[in-house]
């Protein structure tokens, strides 16, 4: 089991997100449910960013939002690091 743990910026991203989405609530809380028990899931669609994102991640929220997040294997650690469209996370 990993431990979940979102940067200032993340909470703020994702309090804006659900204003705007509140029918993803419950897709989110499933996602990250997911990364807690296994980031690796299939399902999730985790893959590694380029460019100046290259020490992150992505797993797919919708077909066009996405968080992204570290990993942090030795510790068991997943921390969340933006959320919103794949143009918003991927600046």
């Known amino acids: 089991m990993y431990a979940i743990f979102a940067t200032a910026q993340y909470m ?3 309090r804006a997100f659900l204003r705007r989405h509140p029918h993803l609530r419950d897709r989110l809380e499933q996602t990250v449910d997911s990364l807690m028990a296994d980031p690796w899931d299939p399902r999730l669609g985790l893959h590694r960013l380029h460019g100046k994102l290259r020490d992150a991640y992505a797993v797919r929220l919708t077909d066009s939002h996405r968080i992204t997040l570290t990993i942090l294997v030795a510790e ?3 921390v969340l690091l933006d959320i919103g469209t794949h143009d918003e996370v991927y600046r």
């Open 12 to 14: 703020r991203r994702a």
């Open 76 to 78: 068991e650690e997943v």
